[in-house]
């Protein structure tokens, strides 16, 4: 299976603050990467299929970028309803496998 | 509008087996696979397996294999997961999910049923 390694595991910021996650893949993955938002008690949210294609409804302030083991997630003027965990998903090969999650949390 | 709704809450004892639900609407069901992902209190996201509604067809990660089974019944657009044999570790929450990165891309997911396994 494809290990994903987010990092950090957990991260402070401030309202307004800009913010990148990463999520590296064990093996290349080529751009077969989404990103997911989670907040308590909730199902997960798509954010970005394809590295960096945004799901329909989502805002631009949320993007992604990279190709082959590297990616981003990038956040841009972080609102309280932003602070959640992000998850990063592959699906270049079975079984499609998740990061461990990033925490994000208000400093 | 699309949606995923999920039967509520089991508890059960180790060794036992149980069956969650996923109903589908507003969209035909047998056009999206579903999937199953299960989360553990505090944990990530955990992939089960996928099934595709209109084949039947079936496939699921390897650490479930023999102790996992999805169905559906078309008739009344409903998907289930059958998980057996249960132990203390697959209390978690589990969540069915119809998904597509392509184009015209779509996410969708059910509420969540919470599993409790104990004695």
């Known amino acids: 299976d494809i290990q994903m390694t987010q990092s950090p595991s957990s991260l402070s910021a401030s309202v307004g603050d800009r913010v990148t996650i990463t999520c590296r893949a064990s093996q290349g993955i080529s751009n077969y990467l989404a990103w997911f938002q989670q907040k308590p008690g909730k199902a997960p949210k798509s954010l970005i299929y394809a590295a960096s294609s945004l799901q329909s409804g989502v805002p631009s302030k949320f993007s992604g970028s990279g190709s082959g083991t590297d990616f981003t997630l990038t956040i841009s003027s972080l609102q309280p309803e932003d602070f959640a965990t992000y998850y990063c998903?592959?699906?270049?090969?079975?079984?499609?496998?998740f990061g461990q999650g990033t925490r994000l949390e208000i400093k | 509008q699309v949606q995923l709704v999920q039967s509520g809450a089991e508890v059960k004892k180790p060794g036992a087996s149980v069956k969650v639900s996923c109903k589908a609407s507003g969209y035909t069901f047998t056009s999206y696979d579903i999937n199953w992902v299960r989360q553990a209190t505090g944990q990530g996201l955990e992939w089960m397996g996928w099934m595709n509604p209109n084949s039947g067809n079936t496939g699921y990660a390897q650490k479930f294999q023999g102790r996992v089974t999805m169905t559906r019944n078309t008739s009344i657009s409903t998907a289930y997961m059958e998980l057996s044999s249960l132990r203390s570790e697959d209390t978690a929450v589990y969540y069915c999910a119809s998904y597509y990165y392509g184009s015209g891309s779509y996410s969708y997911w059910g509420q969540g049923t919470l599993v409790t396994v104990s004695s």
């Open positions: 998903q592959q699906y270049n090969s079975y079984p499609p496998t």
